[in-house]
């Protein structure tokens, strides 16, 4: 499938917490838009843990150093190259002053605006047959390393700041009240392609 290319648009982030519906989003634009999907956290994670030997929850013992050459490498992906669909909790926030890119975030929140971790959490007990124990851990324990970690990092410890306020972010999705397909229409409309 030939790359459709985008009025003033070179890429593409997607970003949310933990099952927020982020990567389902991010491979059905790729596939839609004949992009190269990248889920950067996966690849950059495994990478970093199978050298260390941590479990997935442990992003709280992952070297600082890790973090910001990953960081780096991927903002060097954003500004080089061209079609890309790139997926990482901190996608959105690191294309800060990237031109070119398109920054969508993925959430899971009810008309009040409060998230909803117990749709999340049932996500991963289906999506990757995880135990309810397993994956309440994987959400409450690896967020909380991820925002601890990165406040530290990123915010100079500011205990208010998170990756998912909607400045860092040109387009919003809300899978709690939209379901994958019209998440992905809502996106397509909003990028000036017909829906499919």
């Not at 690191?94 to 009040?112: H, M, R, T, W, Y």
């Not at 309810?132 to 990092?153: G, H």
Request: charged letters at 35%; hydrophobic letters at 35%; proline letters at 3%.
């Amino acid at each position: 499938m030939t790359p459709q290319d985008l009025k003033d648009i070179k890429n593409i982030t997607v970003s949310g917490r933990i099952a927020s519906g982020s990567t389902t989003l991010a491979k059905h634009l790729a596939d839609t838009l004949g992009w190269r999907h990248v889920e950067g956290g996966d690849i950059f994670w495994e990478r970093v843990r199978g050298r260390l030997g941590l479990s997935p929850k442990d992003t709280d013992k992952r070297p600082d150093d890790e973090d910001k050459v990953f960081d780096e490498e991927l903002k060097k992906m954003l500004t080089d190259e061209k079609n890309l669909i790139l997926e990482t909790k901190l996608a959105g926030f690191n294309a800060q002053n990237i031109p070119g890119v398109f920054k969508i975030l993925v959430v899971c929140e009810d008309s009040a605006g409060v998230d909803h971790m117990d749709i999340r959490i049932d996500r991963l007990i289906n999506r990757e047959q995880q135990s309810l124990e397993s994956a309440k851990q994987e959400v409450i324990e690896r967020e909380k390393n991820d925002i601890d970690k990165w406040r530290r990092m990123y915010a100079n410890g500011d205990p208010n700041w998170i990756y998912w306020d909607r400045k860092y972010y040109d387009f919003v999705v809300n899978t709690y009240s939209h379901n994958a397909d019209e998440s992905l229409n809502l996106v397509l409309e909003q990028l000036g392609i017909k829906k499919r």
